[in-house]
């Protein structure tokens, strides 16, 4: 825990200076996966947002679904989730800008390079939006090198990087930019934390906000007992 300690801490100077001329946001996550075999997998996750440094809470979000290993390097899933975005200016300052409920299938691709591991994630979301029904397309390319010594058949350290785009079947097209650069502490076989820094620009749209993020994740990993053997996931992480 110490070793973590240390960039939270550091991050945090880092802002009280940064944050005079940027406003970093807060991002938070906590997400539970259940392995049930080597295939098959749950997940049940929660995000809260700020638009300031944990002030101006505008955004939450709660989201489930399950995966499925169709081979070594392909991953499908299907999730679905609420979506609650509000006015900026304060914390969950009413009216909402979007009350939304999504559907999404998503496929994700594996390659690995020695211990880098390259992924590109397809996402098609299905959302009913309080501004009516929408289509969005994501595409997310990244990659995530493990490090350290090894602990049993995990490493305790991993960076990792993203950059993922959004765009929609009607004008203007492209709707958001989102890169990630994250750093991953494994105290254990079922536990990592994750720091991380992300970028969002926006293109003229009214239910989410561009800006800088500090990112805090907790990512829990379940075994059945059965399947304890289970490839510890070592992907890189969702948002």
Same mark, same amino acid.
């Given at each position: 825990?110490?070793?973590?300690?240390?960039?939270?801490?550091?991050?945090?100077?880092?802002?009280?200076?940064?944050?005079?001329?940027?406003?970093?946001?807060?991002?938070?996550?906590?997400?539970?996966?259940?392995?049930?075999?080597?295939?098959?997998?749950?997940?049940?996750?929660?995000?809260?947002?700020?638009?300031?440094?944990?002030?101006?809470?505008?955004?939450?979000?709660?989201?489930?679904?399950?995966?499925?290993?169709?081979?070594?390097?392909?991953?499908?899933?299907?999730?679905?989730?609420?979506?609650?975005?509000?006015?900026?200016?304060?914390?969950?300052?009413?009216?909402?800008?979007n009350d939304e409920f999504r559907l999404w299938p998503q496929v994700i691709l594996f390659q690995?390079?020695?211990?880098?591991?390259?992924?590109?994630?397809?996402?098609?979301? &299905?959302?009913?939006?309080?501004?009516? !029904?929408?289509? *969005?397309? #994501?595409?997310? $390319?990244? @990659?995530? =090198?493990?490090?350290? +010594?090894?602990?049993?058949?995990?490493?305790?350290?991993?960076?990792?990087?993203?950059?993922?785009? &959004?765009?929609?079947?009607?004008?203007? !097209?492209?709707? *958001?930019? #989102?890169?990630? $650069?994250? @750093?991953? =502490?494994?105290?254990? +076989?079922?536990?990592?934390?994750?720091?991380?820094?992300?970028?969002?620009?926006?293109?003229?749209?009214?239910?989410?906000?561009?800006?800088?993020?500090?990112?805090?994740?907790?990512?829990?990993?379940? @075994?059945?007992?059965?399947?304890?053997?289970?490839?510890?996931?070592?992907?890189?992480?969702?948002?």
């Amino acid at each position: 825990m110490r070793i973590l300690f240390i960039p939270i801490l550091s991050i945090c100077f880092f802002n009280n200076t940064y944050s005079q001329a940027v406003d970093l946001g807060s991002w938070n996550i906590i997400n539970v996966k259940y392995n049930i075999d080597e295939k098959w997998s749950a997940f049940g996750e929660t995000q809260l947002r700020s638009l300031k440094f944990y002030n101006n809470f505008h955004y939450y979000e709660y989201k489930a679904g399950i995966n499925y290993k169709a081979h070594k390097h392909v991953r499908l899933t299907l999730g679905a989730g609420s979506y609650q975005t509000y006015k900026e200016g304060g914390n969950f300052v009413l009216p909402k800008n979007n009350d939304e409920f999504r559907l999404w299938p998503q496929v994700i691709l594996f390659q690995s390079i020695g211990q880098l591991k390259i992924e590109q994630r397809y996402r098609a979301e &299905f959302r009913f939006t309080s501004n009516g !029904y929408r289509n *969005r397309f #994501r595409y997310r $390319f990244g @990659f995530s =090198y493990p490090f350290g +010594k090894a602990q049993k058949d995990y490493k305790p350290f991993q960076v990792s990087a993203s950059n993922e785009i &959004f765009f929609t079947n009607k004008e203007p !097209y492209f709707e *958001r930019n #989102r890169f990630l $650069f994250a @750093f991953n =502490y494994k105290p254990s +076989k079922a536990t990592t934390f994750q720091i991380g820094y992300i970028q969002q620009f926006d293109y003229k749209i009214n239910d989410e906000v561009g800006r800088d993020f500090l990112q805090i994740g907790c990512y829990l990993e379940l @075994f059945r007992k059965q399947s304890a053997n289970t490839t510890i996931d070592t992907d890189s992480k969702d948002n």
